[in-house]
């Protein structure tokens, strides 16, 4: 079994400037932020609308101005409403290669002796002020942005420190824990196996439980059921291939665990309120 706190373990931006973003709105064909975690850290800003972030078992909703901060190894989604939003995943350890005296205090994080609060709003006008023009100089690149992204990051960090904006040992209970890993294996299980016919009898079988407890356990997690969310992440992946491939709709729904092409185009119709030949025209 894979690593539960290491998925997505794909490479983000460059060695030498290891951050990558992401600008999302209602056209981008990953729109909503399925279930996912990723041994990187990420900030999130909210430009318009809301999001429903959840992190791990815990949700709350973020308004337009305010900053998201996610821990490495944190089960996370986002539901948007109307919402234009921004996220920037980062590599911890590259702010410790720079001076031992900052190192010191990027160790507590890394090591999980405290834990960065997960949500700011302009009550602290400081963090988001500087968290902003990170997102400002990533996302316009003028020149010596790097600089800009780099020494606001130590900002941040400095102000978290310096205003105690965060926790100090915090422990998941065993129950709570148990739980997100099993949630994370079998979200681990639905991402490499999607594209073939699932049932449930084989999802709550690659947790070691029964389809009844399965489906409550599913739902008191995610909020969906666990043949929704499967079905969701199918269209999400549909949609990415329709914005960026010319391979036919036909050749998606197949290639996305679709075995009738008219159920195919009922299911991306109740999930983006078009048919997919719309969809693919935008």
Not at 109 to 133: G, K, M, R
Request: glycine content about 4%.
């Amino acid at each position: 079994m894979h690593d539960l706190d290491r998925n997505e373990s794909r490479k983000r931006g460059t060695y030498e400037f290891p951050f990558e973003f992401h600008h999302i709105d209602p056209a981008h064909p990953r729109y909503v932020m399925s279930y996912h975690w990723h041994v990187e850290y990420e900030l999130m800003r909210v430009l318009e609308g809301t999001l429903t972030v959840t992190l791990d078992e815990k949700s709350f909703t973020a308004n337009a101005g305010d900053i998201i901060f996610v821990h490495s190894g944190i089960l996370h989604s986002g539901m948007p409403q109307d919402c234009v939003y921004q996220c920037l995943v980062f590599d911890g350890n590259t702010f410790l290669k720079h001076n031992s005296v900052c190192a010191g205090y990027m160790q507590k994080i890394i090591h999980q002796e405290v834990l960065v609060y997960h949500h700011f709003t302009n009550e602290s006008q400081e963090v988001c002020d500087t968290v902003n023009s990170i997102f400002d100089a990533v996302w316009l690149k003028p020149e010596g942005y790097e600089l800009t992204v780099i020494g606001q990051f130590y900002h941040f960090f400095g102000i978290v420190f310096g205003k105690h904006y965060y926790l100090e040992d915090v422990h998941k209970t065993r129950k709570d824990y148990k739980r997100i890993l099993q949630l994370k294996q079998v979200l681990e299980f639905i991402e490499h196996n999607y594209a073939s016919p699932l049932t449930l009898q084989q999802l709550s079988e690659s947790v070691s439980m029964s389809p009844k407890y399965f489906c409550r356990f599913f739902s008191e997690m995610t909020h969906q059921t666990p043949m929704d969310y499967l079905n969701h992440q199918r269209i999400e992946q549909a949609c990415y291939e329709l914005s960026t491939t010319d391979d036919s709709i036909t050749e998606i729904a197949y290639r996305n665990g679709f075995n009738d092409l008219s159920y195919f185009i009922r299911t991306f119709k109740k999930y983006k309120g078009i048919t997919p030949g719309k969809y693919k025209r935008i």
